[in-house]
């Protein structure tokens, strides 16, 4: 039962172009999303979030849209750099108070240059 | 000066071994997590404490045994390790006052053999 769903396991986009990153989610219970980055060997690192009561949020090059009704957000990576690629894993964590994050598969991004 | 550190980083153990893994954060933050990344990728909570106290447990196995002996410790202690305990076992920290982002170590990838 997947309530979090990176369908996308792999993209691959050319350097200085948009890299788009999709994330679908079941439970309407989720108010806050969030995108983490992962490199080899390491620990995911928080990247940017956004609360369900915002459909955007920007922080320099990133950008995540989030539309509710079709319980969908996605990141948006302008431009890209190789030292973007990594794997993106979108989380959410549900309305009341729970601590725990419900993370999606994950989608290896690879910026070629 | 590493903000969530795991030790070991690296375990290889035989079937039915008991094994402990240690986490330790600087970040004065209240609560701390394990999540569990699986062969299938997904990242999975595991346990939550905040301030010493136990608040997740998520139907996980008997086998395992959290311990906080402080708010800036959570170990994992795995009793008779079966060959389906192996994984990468992450540690986590977060300011339970923010929404922010958690802070993740770098990872400990047990091997059962």
């Known amino acids: 039962d997947q309530q979090v769903k990176q369908n996308s396991p792999s993209l691959s986009v050319q350097e200085g172009r948009i890299s788009i990153l999709n994330c679908d989610y079941t439970?309407?219970?989720?108010?806050?999303f969030l995108w983490y980055k992962k490199y080899p060997a390491e620990g995911p690192t928080f990247l940017i979030s956004?609360?369900?009561?915002?459909d955007k949020n920007e922080d320099g090059r990133f950008t995540v849209f989030l539309n509710k009704s079709a319980k969908h957000l996605s990141l948006h990576i302008v431009p890209s750099q190789p030292g973007d690629s990594a794997v993106y894993f979108c989380a959410a964590k549900e309305d009341g108070g729970s601590e725990k994050l419900v993370f999606g598969k994950g989608t290896k991004l690879t910026v070629n240059p | 000066d590493t903000a969530v550190s795991q030790t070991p980083k690296y375990l290889v153990t035989q079937m039915g071994n008991d094994k402990s893994i240690k986490c330790e954060q600087n970040?004065?933050?209240?609560?701390m997590y394990w999540y569990k990344q699986d062969s299938k990728k997904f990242l999975k909570i595991m346990f939550s404490?905040?301030?010493?106290?136990?608040?997740i447990n998520e139907t996980v196995p008997n086998r395992f045994s959290p311990k906080s002996p402080d708010k800036a410790h959570l170990n994992l202690h795995i009793n008779s390790l079966e060959l389906g305990d192996s994984a990468v076992y992450f540690c986590?920290?977060?300011?339970?006052?923010?929404?922010?982002?958690?802070?993740f170590g770098s990872g400990t990838r047990l091997t059962v053999v």
């Open positions: 986590a920290s977060r300011d339970r006052g923010q929404m922010s982002g958690y802070t």
């Open positions: 956004i609360s369900s009561i915002k």
């Open positions: 439970n309407s219970m989720f108010d806050y």
């Open positions: 970040l004065g933050h209240d609560t």
């Open positions: 404490y905040n301030n010493k106290e136990l608040i």
